[in-house]
């Protein structure tokens, strides 16, 4: 049996390395695509089975060449993961058109491209796309008009893509990672902030690089066959509180 062939972006750090690694286990083929060349190559330098293409989702130009490249090597794609995003965080006032577009551009434009462009290799392999949006496009936070708006418009455009690909055989679902306990997260996160997620996910912690992969990785399986256009809340339970009353937990 050819081995499946997975497309990941974003998979030079987090989220998108974690699912590459989990792929990789289950003895997927993948082709790692980031646009940072050197976190790209660090990433990829210890794994077997892999193809790193130092491309922007965002450039229609670039995403021509990363199927091109993946094609080229692999032969088939069978799962594309979209994964690349950007997280820039802002006040409303505070958010003029370039970090607007400067959020759209990957959060969302590099969604609707990398799938438009690798619709005709899954059409072929009767594949899937997980589109990877984010507990802020169900629920709405402070400074994040641009990139909550991005990840929303990524849950609709998941629903468009399982209504309109599904005649294909081409499944589209979409997780939505809560708080995760990223280097990144961590760097930024006050001990405050982490005291208020421990008070709003009923879970009382963070998720994990390696579970939210867990979740994209069984839905790109064949065990999600019957499984499309839904979305995937990863995130402890933050989204089933609502706006929730902390002081009444025993814990």
Excluded at 102 to 125: C, H, I, W, Y
Excluded at 132 to 141: E, K, V
Aim: glycine share 8%.
């Amino acid at each position: 049996m050819t081995q499946k062939v997975a497309l990941v972006t974003g998979a030079a750090r987090g989220i998108g390395l974690a699912t590459t690694r989990l792929f990789l286990k289950s003895g997927w083929r993948v082709a790692l695509v980031d646009w940072d060349g050197a976190e790209l190559t660090s990433a990829s330098a210890d794994l077997e089975q892999v193809l790193p293409i130092e491309c922007d989702v965002s450039s229609p130009s670039d995403v021509e060449d990363i199927l091109s490249k993946t094609l080229s090597a692999f032969g088939q794609v069978d799962a594309l993961i979209n994964n690349a995003g950007v997280a820039d965080f802002g006040p409303i006032e505070e958010t003029d058109f370039e970090r607007w577009r400067r959020v759209m551009a990957t959060n969302l434009d590099g969604v609707f491209l990398m799938s438009q462009a690798a619709t005709p290799a899954l059409k072929e392999t009767k594949g899937n796309i997980v589109n990877i949006a984010s507990i802020s496009g169900l629920r709405a936070s402070t400074l994040r008009v641009a990139y909550g708006t991005s990840k929303a418009a990524v849950i609709q455009l998941t629903k468009q893509q399982a209504a309109e690909l599904g005649e294909y055989g081409i499944r589209a679902n979409c997780v939505c990672p809560g708080p995760v306990r990223t280097k990144l997260a961590m760097a930024v996160h006050s001990q405050d902030i982490i005291d208020a997620y421990h008070d709003a996910i009923p879970l009382n912690r963070y998720g994990s690089e390696e579970e939210i992969a867990e979740a994209i990785c069984f839905l790109a399986s064949d065990k999600a066959s019957y499984i499309t256009g839904q979305i995937l809340a990863a995130d402890g339970g933050f989204d089933s509180t609502g706006v929730g009353l902390p002081a009444l937990r025993k814990s």
